[in-house]
């Protein structure tokens, strides 16, 4: 008897060591974190890989000096060991292993931003979409002409149907998926903003105010004056005058516009030229931000027909008659 109740009180203290071990092995493992320098690390979990290889991994690359199956046994015993995403993952410091499988879990891939700037061209956009080496390339050309055609708008001409922001996007994303990001996008901010747009615009279609909004997009990076010039333009086709702006004339210079326009260019035909000719130019001429096609859907009242640089914050002197516009000239362009 006396044997069995030593027994006894022995597999008791044996029980109470192991299980005071494996709670202070259990804190430390909740509590250590992992090992990685102030920049952090990035870890990358391949597509089909598993809890087990991810414990073993945190270990050889030197990120845990804990077993590399407590995570994997934490993970079952939670339930979660079959819940993890692929994709690279940004390990911070202090992350603890249960942490880091929350995010797992979680999805929370690393999200790089790739920003697309209001009047920079289509075709600068898709160079600048193919250089960028975060993208899984899959076009084979440069060209805006085989964009539009990979995304199934191959009728579209392209320019002024991107919508300029800034995306996020993970890796593994290819190159024509963040393009196909940004027209869903410009095609929803049109529709939206079609709906509420003033009465008794000179367009016929949205396309018309995406052209007209690309135009203000390259006349002013001053918020308040986009729909003063939405205004100047609106007025200007109502009253049967050319555009007669700048922008129009180098889009449609292409590659021969080495930063200077002359006279010469103004006179020189092209279906861009608004100074010889009326109307809207056939499409947009880069891509405009959304506040640029609101100035464009919402123009501002007046009778300002004209307008010119001051040379002063990109700002801009409006003038109702040709009159004071030209003395405007003088007194801005011409210093007299």
Known sequence: MKLLLKLVLLSMILLSIAVVAILSEYHRFTSTPLQVAEEGYVYTVESGSNLLKISQDLQ????SELPNQYLYIYGRLEGKAHLIKAGEYLIKTNTTSPQFLDQLIAGQVIQYPFTIIEGMTAQQLVD???????FIST??????????????????HGEGEFAPQTYYFSAGTTD??????????????????????????PYKTPYEALIMASIIEKETGISEERA????VFVRRLDKG???????????????????????????TDTAYNTYTRYGLPPTPIALPSKAAIEAA????????????????????AFSDTLAAHN??????????
Do not use: C
């Not at 990979?150 to 009728?155: E, F």
């Not at 003395?327 to 007299?336: D, P, T």
């Open 60 to 63: 050889t690359i030197g990120l």
């Open 128 to 134: 600048m979409v193919i250089a960028d080496k975060r």
């Open 139 to 156: 076009l084979t050309e440069a060209s805006l002409t085989e964009v539009m055609g990979a995304i199934d708008h191959g009728d579209n």
């Open 176 to 201: 024509l998926e963040i393009l196909e990001r940004a027209y869903a996008l410009m095609e929803l901010n049109l529709e939206q903003l079609w709906e509420n747009k003033a009465e008794g615009l």
């Open 228 to 231: 003063q010039i939405a205004g």
């Open 241 to 267: 005058m050319r555009l007669q702006t700048d922008p129009t004339v180098i889009y449609g210079m292409g590659d021969s516009y080495n930063g200077n326009i002359r006279r010469k260019d103004l006179r």
């Open 297 to 316: 859907l919402h123009p501002a009242e007046g009778k300002s027909l004209y307008f010119v640089a001051t040379g002063k914050e990109g700002r801009h």
């Open 327 to 336: 003395k405007a000239v003088r007194k801005y362009q011409l210093k007299k």
